[in-house]
């Protein structure tokens, strides 16, 4: 069977295999915001850790290294899967989120102020 990709797999059908995984195991009793924004956080700075003390440039290099990658990939899935679960578990539609928070995001930083510029929008 082929591996899925993002251009063959909906978001719905990754927030059902998630949450069917937890309920095989039964961690819906764990998984309550509180710990699953942890858990977010955790592996966050678990893919940090990757990039620890690299310029911009080698960050870039640390990427690209099939040596590293897998271990990169991994913890953008951890992240990934901690963020479905939660919406999961506190019935958050992701997409309407973001397009909602893209919408915010264009007001906040207009293209004519805020190109080429990584200024917060209160200072453009």
Known sequence: MDRPTDASTRLEDLKERVLAFA??????QFHSPKNLSMALAAEAAELM??????????????????????????????????????????????????AAKMEINARKYPVEKARGRSDKYTEL
Do not use: C, H, M
């Not at 990039?51 to 992240?79: C, G, H, M, V």
């Open 23 to 28: 309920r095989e195991r039964d961690w819906g």
């Open 49 to 98: 850790e990757n990039f620890l003390w690299a310029t911009t440039e080698e960050s870039r290099a640390l990427a690209a290294d099939p040596r590293k990658r897998e271990a990169i990939e991994q913890e953008l899935a951890d992240i990934v899967i901690y963020a479905l679960q939660f919406a999961n578990q506190t019935g958050i539609d992701v997409a309407a989120a973001i």
